[in-house]
């Protein structure tokens, strides 16, 4: 409606508000607040706009946390392809246009945050990652409204390797007494979802304490993965010679090998 038509509409209703005041001001004022009110797209785009306000925060984040930590923003509206921007997306494998997480979706979901504005120091979980991420995530908000998130996921990877080298260290120049009691040590069961689930978790130890991958992996040091394997009776199952050969990137004859050594010990 054009202002002309909209004054005219004004003095139309001014000139008959004497003879019904109440209608003529449901009907001025139920259209000018139907006109200011915005429509979902609107608010959609507005929410939009708000978050990409933070496109240059994700930038400067990712640089100065370094390459070990990603920074994400998400965009609550899209789930489907919630990742707006990004740093370091080599830490988790995505990129602008990946999926939101469980933990997002269960948020805007249940709308449940007990009215905090960030929740640090969790777990995240990748496929591509040996270890757990170190996770964050800042709550966005319009209106009092959650419209997308701020996260911050550090690779603890590099942090482990230096834990196990000061261990060894430690171990090396500061031994500790044994003991002279008769107490076992504690059992340990690990629980499994596949035969290769052993192997691989045997080779990651072992590739943790030396620094090098599987694929790197010396003579030696598959000959101790061979044997911790054979400790934890991984060869009772069936085919275990051709999987632990496939991990460590030799052939089923070697690996046949390095278990009669580990036997003849």
Known sequence: MSATKNDAKEKRLSNNWKTDDFENFLEYYGEVATKRSSSPREEKRKD????????????????????????VLHDASRPDK????????????????????DLMLKIMGDGNTD?????????GKTRQNKYNLL??????????????TLCINSDQTPMYALQQAVNLINHSYFPEAESSGDSEAPQEENLITSVEDIATQV???????????????SAEQRLTVIRELSDRGYFNFKGAIAKVAKQLNISESTAYRYLRMVQEE
Request: proline residues 2%; hydrophobic residues 40%.
């Open 135 to 148: 996770s964050s995530t800042y709550f966005i908000r319009r209106d009092g409204r959650i419209i997308g």
């Open 115 to 123: 009215n905090k504005d960030y929740v640090v120091g969790y777990e």
């Open 82 to 101: 919630s990742v707006v921007a990004i740093a370091n997306g080599h830490v988790s494998g995505r990129s602008v246009g990946s999926p939101a997480t």
């Open 48 to 71: 939009a706009e708000y978050i990409r306000q933070f496109f240059p925060l994700v930038k400067f984040l990712g640089e100065v946390l370094g390459s070990e930590t990603e920074v």
């Open 203 to 217: 080779i990651a130890e072992v590739s943790a304490k030396t620094g090098v991958t599987a694929a790197k992996l």
